[in-house]
């Protein structure tokens, strides 16, 4: 049985799809049957992260439709064996996408896959509901930022009452903190929102930090997710919070500003 | 630029007031999460009543509703503009 992974958010832009991506890449390179979904219907942009966007041939609708079988959909990532991506569709009107049909997919991913992440769409509208609807853990991505981190609290109010678990009245979904963006020389200078004061804010469990990286748009750039830049700090970053969703303890990395020695300055240091 | 803000003393950290609007917010948010879909709607029929009669701003009602074990209570507070 799969577990259900959504990565939302509330607000655009956050880093939801690339986190979404390496994510879903660090489960597989752990050796987990994962497959990541784009929900973001009309949208789509996590086919591009993953490097796969000219193997699109059938998308989530076309699926939901009948026009399509699910294996036909679904894309075989070229790097990492395990991992499979279920495109959105680019152009179809967004009711498409209908509870029922985004039901049975999922009831038929579920025996086969470890992991299903569903990478929702910006928004508290009908397709970010969708993604969430069926989760049974959530990684709310928050920017250190006033109004992301007030949709991420909104986001919050949705997942304990608008998803099936709390339908149901069965266990809520696992609510996790994903902070991406962080930008520790900001906060040190008083100008960025400090992790404790956004932890302490949305007080729910934090699962990693991401900080602001280069490597990230490097990745984008490129079709390979982060996960696989092993050097960067956003990489190792997505790496410990992979761990930590697979119930391992991790120490906290890249939170604290390192104020540059002259060593570092002459010869570049260690972080990119 | 340094220089002159210290001597007019510590001026607020940007972040510190970022914290403080949030936890307004989020408090506000929570208590609006519990309640009943049709409160927003309920709220704004009840403005347009109390303009018939006074006029008062967009922010002058605020209505919340308490649960207790066997009974909830409608609270509704008007602002009234002096006379
Ligand atoms: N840790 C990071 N460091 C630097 N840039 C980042 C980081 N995370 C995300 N970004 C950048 O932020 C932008 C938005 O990221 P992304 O597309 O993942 O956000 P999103 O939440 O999925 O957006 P949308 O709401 O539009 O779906 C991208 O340009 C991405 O490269
Ligand atoms: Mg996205």
């Given at each position: 049985?799969?577990?259900?992974?959504?990565v939302?958010?509330?607000k655009?832009?956050?880093g939801?799809?690339?986190?979404?991506?390496?994510?879903?890449?660090?489960?597989?390179?752990?050796?987990?049957k994962?497959?990541?979904?784009?929900?973001?219907?009309?949208?789509?942009?996590?086919?591009?992260?993953?490097?796969?966007?000219?193997?699109?041939?059938?998308?989530?609708?076309?699926?939901i439709q009948?026009?399509a079988?699910?294996?036909?959909a679904?894309?075989?990532?070229?790097?990492?064996?395990?991992?499979?991506?279920?495109p959105?569709?680019?152009?179809?009107?967004?009711?498409?996408?209908?509870?029922e049909?985004?039901?049975?997919i999922?009831?038929?991913?579920?025996?086969?896959?470890d992991?299903?992440?569903?990478?929702?769409?910006a928004g508290?509208e009908?397709?970010?509901?969708?993604?969430?609807?069926?989760a049974d853990?959530?990684v709310?991505?928050t920017n250190?930022?006033?109004s992301?981190?007030?949709?991420?609290?909104?986001?919050?109010?949705l997942?304990?009452?608008?998803?099936?678990?709390?339908?149901?009245?069965?266990?809520?979904?696992?609510?996790?903190?994903?902070?991406t963006?962080?930008n520790?020389?900001?906060?040190?200078?008083g100008?960025?929102?400090?992790?404790?004061?956004?932890?302490?804010?949305?007080?729910?469990?934090?699962?990693?930090?991401?900080?602001?990286?280069?490597?990230?748009?490097?990745?984008?750039?490129?079709?390979?997710?982060?996960?696989?830049?092993?050097k960067?700090?956003a990489?190792?970053a997505?790496?410990?919070?992979?761990?930590?969703?697979l119930?391992?303890t991790?120490?906290?990395?890249?939170?604290?500003y390192?104020?540059?020695?002259?060593?570092?300055?002459?010869f570049?240091?260690?972080?990119? | 630029?340094?220089?002159?803000d210290?001597?007019?003393?510590?001026?607020?950290?940007?972040?510190?007031?970022?914290?403080?609007?949030?936890?307004?917010?989020?408090?506000?948010q929570r208590?609006q999460?519990?309640?009943?879909?049709?409160?927003?709607m309920?709220?704004?029929?009840?403005?347009?009543?109390i303009?018939?009669?006074?006029?008062v701003?967009?922010?002058?009602?605020n209505?919340?509703?308490?649960?207790?074990?066997?009974?909830?209570?409608?609270?509704?507070?008007?602002?009234?503009?002096r006379?």
């Open positions: 049985m799969a577990k259900i992974i959504v939302t958010s509330g655009g832009g956050v939801k799809t690339t986190s979404a991506a390496a994510i879903a890449t660090g489960l597989a390179l752990r050796g987990n994962t497959v990541v979904i784009d929900f973001d219907v009309g949208l789509r942009n996590l086919d591009l992260i993953m490097g796969c966007e000219r193997r699109v041939v059938y998308d989530l609708v076309n699926v009948g026009d079988g699910i294996n036909q679904m894309i075989r990532d070229k790097r990492v064996e395990n991992l499979h991506i279920l959105a569709s680019q152009t179809r009107d967004k009711d498409a996408l209908t509870s049909g985004v039901e049975k999922l009831d038929a991913l579920v025996e086969d896959f992991y299903i992440v569903c990478d929702s769409p508290i009908r397709g970010a509901q969708l993604a969430m609807y069926f853990e959530a709310v991505v250190p930022e006033v992301s981190v007030r949709d991420s609290d909104r986001i919050l109010g997942l304990s009452s608008k998803t099936r678990r709390a339908e149901q009245n069965r266990d809520p979904i696992k609510e996790h903190l994903l902070i963006r962080y520790p020389s900001r906060v040190d200078g100008d960025m929102l400090n992790l404790d004061d956004i932890c302490e804010i949305l007080a729910i469990n934090l699962i990693g930090l991401i900080p602001e990286s280069e490597a990230v748009l490097r990745a984008s750039n490129q079709g390979i997710p982060v996960t696989h830049d092993q960067s700090d990489g190792q997505y790496t410990d919070t992979v761990s930590r969703l119930g391992e991790v120490p906290l990395r890249f939170h604290e390192q104020k540059k020695g002259l060593l570092s300055r002459v570049g240091g260690g972080r990119r | 630029m340094k220089l002159l210290f001597l007019k003393g510590e001026r607020k950290k940007s972040a510190s007031v970022a914290k403080e609007r949030l936890q307004i917010i989020v408090a506000h208590g999460r519990d309640q009943p879909d049709y409160m927003p309920l709220e704004r029929e009840l403005l347009e009543v303009r018939r009669y006074v006029k701003d967009q922010d002058a009602i209505i919340s509703l308490d649960r207790d074990d066997d009974c909830s209570v409608l609270e509704l507070n008007v602002t009234l503009p006379s």
